[in-house]
């Protein structure tokens, strides 16, 4: 059982815009379980929330906090407490080679330089890639980038995981290495996915709809009702509609 006291996600009227276009509206929610999904169809606003747990993103209007800080204004305190791992990893990715880019984070939270290669090393090493080291990031598989930004994030052991779709385009083998290393993850994790089987085993799960949270609950409950209204907004969906 993973220990999550004082480790909450407070949303309280949360609401984002774009271009003069409501993203995220008067979002408030208190998420305290170990494991949290995050649903919805395309354009619902998943991305966005999880940018804005992240602190990557400032709310317009409502107030953010993840264990106890805000993540867009406390950006020292943010990289211990909150990580995120991107659904494309070339937007993730930042230096040439494998060494670079897991010792960045660390040395941002204050470890020397050779401190923070020794930690890296250790981290390829327990991942059975000691070899990447001095790899260029450039030659890898996209398989192997995710595993890089999974290394990195969580190298500098954030209380939570933010996850944005981190298995679309991965082939099965790849996707079933990277489950079991967040399985063995000890922090909290907010997974946002289109994909409602990735969220097996999870405690907790929240559907999100233009922008506003509709429910949230059991995933064992959410789960099926959010199908069955994705499969009926779909039957009701006809090329006559489309081409409207």
């Not at 990557?56 to 709310?59: A, G, V, Y």
């Given at each position: ?6 480790s ?11 271009d ?35 602190g990557?993103?400032?709310?317009d ?92 994030v969580?190298a ?45 085993g ?43």
């Open positions: 059982m993973r220990d999550t006291a004082g909450e996600i407070t949303l309280s009227g949360v609401s984002y815009g774009q003069g276009k409501p993203i995220l509206q008067d979002l408030s929610a208190i998420l305290s379980a170990a494991r949290i999904g995050v649903v919805g169809r395309n354009g619902s606003g998943k991305t966005t929330l999880s940018r804005i747990v992240a990557l993103i400032l709310p209007a409502g107030t953010v906090s993840v264990a106890g800080i805000d993540p867009g204004s406390d950006r020292k305190a943010a990289l211990s407490t909150v990580g995120i791992l991107f659904q494309n990893p070339d937007h993730q990715i930042i230096f040439p080679t494998v060494l670079e880019e897991l010792s960045f984070g660390l040395t941002q939270q204050g470890h020397s330089k050779a401190e923070a290669e020794n930690l890296s090393r250790s981290w390829l090493a327990d991942y059975d890639v000691s070899h990447w080291a001095e790899a260029h990031v450039s030659r890898l598989s996209q398989g192997q980038k995710q595993l890089v930004c999974l290394m990195s969580l500098m052991q954030p209380r939570w995981l933010v996850l944005d779709e981190p298995f679309s385009g991965l082939d099965l083998p790849t996707r079933a290495q990277l489950s079991r290393r967040l399985e063995q993850y000890s922090g909290n994790i907010l997974h946002v996915t289109h994909a409602p089987e990735d969220l097996a999870y405690d907790h799960a929240i559907w999100l709809d233009q922008g506003r949270l509709v429910g949230q609950g059991a995933p064992g409950q959410l789960i099926p009702n959010y199908i069955d209204e994705m499969q009926r907004q779909g039957a009701g969906n006809d090329l006559t509609d489309l081409a409207d």
